[in-house]
């Protein structure tokens, strides 16, 4: 069973704090994807990664940067948070077109 | 514009009916398109995929369709249990593989 692990599930950080939020992935996939996920709005894309190194811009990247130094290991960064990121972020791999493996998602309040 | 939609943001139900979940798109061209249940506080869990040239798949008491001619995919629950009540997911996964596209979901509830 493929599993993915985010480093926490509740977080509360002030405004203008630097957040990182990590995802880890045992199954050697390739794709990796952060989201959020607010109310009504469903999941839009922040950023993915197709490889070590490599990321693309999702749909919502602005206020958000990336990092993907291992294959397992995908960080997102807020640089300076803000109280519209408060938001529930859910990671996710993929093997090519395949389904998507999520993790169970950070629930982020920034007050 | 380009538009995922899913019926409703709630649908409520009896014990042992059948659940009919709705997902519509526009200006798409979806090689595939995947249902997922999503438990409040948990990440969407994955449960049907089904191709551009299937007309329908089964799993257990799961049932999609897909119509590329109406760019709609229904989804029933047959025989619905309370364990059942969760949001439900529909994705479209675009000819670039990488591309995944998410409804907003339906929140359905299965009164005993």
């Known amino acids: 069973d493929v599993k993915v692990t985010q480093s926490s599930r509740y977080l509360v950080k002030r405004t203008g704090e630097k957040v990182f939020l990590e995802c880890v992935q045992d199954?050697?996939?390739?794709?990796m994807f952060w989201y959020r996920q607010d109310p009504g709005l469903g999941l839009r894309l922040i950023y993915f990664?197709?490889?070590?190194?490599?990321?693309e811009k999702g749909d919502i990247p602005e206020g958000y940067s990336v990092s993907r130094e291992k294959k397992e290991r995908f960080s997102l960064i807020l640089e300076s948070a803000s109280t519209n990121q408060t938001s529930m972020y859910l990671c996710?791999?993929?093997?090519?077109?395949?389904?998507?493996?999520f993790g169970p998602g950070t629930r982020l309040t920034v007050l | 514009s380009q538009k995922i939609e899913q019926n409703s943001e709630a649908l409520n139900i009896q014990e042992g009916k059948t659940a009919t979940l709705t997902c519509n798109y526009t200006n798409y061209s979806p090689a595939y398109l995947q249902w997922y249940r999503q438990d409040p506080g948990r990440g969407p869990v994955f449960l049907l995929l089904i191709r551009e040239n299937e007309k329908e798949k089964r799993k257990e008491r799961l049932k999609v369709t897909f119509d590329t001619t109406l760019k709609q995919s229904l989804f029933h629950i047959t025989a619905s249990q309370p364990a059942d009540s969760a949001t439900y997911l529909c994705a479209l996964v675009l000819y670039n593989n990488n591309d995944m596209r998410f409804g907003a979901g339906t929140r359905l509830t299965v009164k005993p």
């Open positions: 199954m050697d996939h390739e794709n």
């Open positions: 996710a791999t993929r093997l090519g077109g395949d389904t998507q493996y």
């Open positions: 990664s197709y490889d070590v190194k490599m990321k």
